[in-house]
């Protein structure tokens, strides 16, 4: 500064250094700025995509659980078209004999 005071008039001088520190300082202030909305743009999309991710799984639970609920619902659809009778044999199969294919010998 004491260089351009003594080249030129001090009010020049001193005007150049403040409107220098003033122009840097605002150039500084833009930079930091914009730095931190890049960063809070970056946070932003990140928890959007996120939900979008929580929203996409929930979608696909709600999609399995339909899925598995109409299956259920088929399956109660064929069972009550079997009647009693099929019922109870089906079970003395299933229960009563080990091997389904061999009912036990009477007379032994």
Do not use: W
């Not at 259920?72 to 009647?83: E, H, R």
């Amino acid at each position: 500064m004491e260089l351009i005071e003594d080249g030129y008039n001090i009010y020049i001088a001193t005007f150049f250094f403040i409107s220098c520190v003033a122009i840097c300082s605002y150039f500084l202030l833009n930079l930091t700025v914009a730095v931190m909305l890049e960063k809070f743009k970056r946070l932003k999309q990140r928890s959007q995509k996120k939900q979008e991710d929580n929203l996409n799984l929930k979608f696909i639970k709600d999609l399995k659980r339909y899925k598995d609920k109409r299956e259920l619902n088929q399956i109660a659809q064929l069972f009550s078209k079997v009647t009693t009778r099929q019922k109870i044999q089906l079970f003395i199969r299933k229960v009563i004999y080990k091997h389904p294919g061999n009912p036990p010998v009477e007379g032994n």
